[in-house]
């Protein structure tokens, strides 16, 4: 297989993941099984990444990739200078909102201007990463842990801001009753350090589809 048609690359961790969740766990031992050799698989480089997250928030799937069509036309290579040579008022010709547009310049300059370390990323621990990312306007906890889960692959992410874990952990641990972030943290003590792995298998057991991001 030459590089052009190399599969994306997928968690180093994951079997293992596997194994030890459904030794421990008796709903990872129900779930696991049932989506066979599926498995969390990387997403787009750090830059492309976060762009997208931007462009969808608040609105609907299928507007997002409407708009993100119409990005990636105006800027088919997706790099910060590229971004930058748009300017405020032909991303906003894409569809952007003007807040999203200056998010996009935003993120644009923090890539080019050195004030974050992506190079670096790989290296630093999961607080670290996020606490750069979230200097940038538009991106708060949840997009900077969904980062970490499909673009770095981290392996013990919990996104207590998630509304998709959350009703995961309600469906599959408490019969459908509703459930605190206190409630999550107890059930995912259990979990480390495979956090992102337990999480992926609840969004699954809402939505077989896999998650992209």
């Known amino acids: ?27 990872m031992k129900r779930l696991i099984p049932k989506f066979g050799d599926l498995q969390l698989v990387r997403r787009g480089d750090p830059f492309m990444t976060l762009a997208r997250a931007i462009v969808g928030q608040q609105i609907s799937v299928k507007a997002a990739q409407s708009v993100w069509e119409r990005v990636m036309l105006a800027c088919p290579k997706m790099t910060p200078a590229q971004v930058k040579r748009q300017g405020q008022l032909k991303l906003a010709a894409c ?7 200056d998010y996009l310049l935003d993120l644009a300059a923090h890539f080019t201007d050195g004030s974050i370390h992506e190079k670096d990323w790989s290296s630093m621990e999961d607080e670290e990463v996020i606490a750069e990312l979230i200097q940038i306007r538009g991106i708060g906890r949840w997009t900077a842990e969904m980062f970490l889960i499909f673009n770095l692959l981290r392996p013990n992410i919990l996104p207590l801001d998630d509304l998709g874990l959350l009703k ?23 979990w480390e350090p495979w956090r992102t792995v337990a999480t992926w298998y609840l969004w699954r057991s809402l939505d077989p589809i896999p998650v992209e991001y």
């Open 1 to 27: 297989m030459n590089k052009s048609t190399a599969v994306l690359p997928v968690p180093h961790y994951w079997e293992q993941a596997k194994t030890e969740l459904m030794k421990r766990d008796r709903i």
């Open 95 to 101: 569809g952007l909102s003007k807040r999203k547009a």
């Open 168 to 190: 995961g952990i309600s469906v599959n641990y408490f019969s459908g009753e509703p459930v605190s972030r206190s409630d999550a943290r107890e059930v995912a003590a259990n």
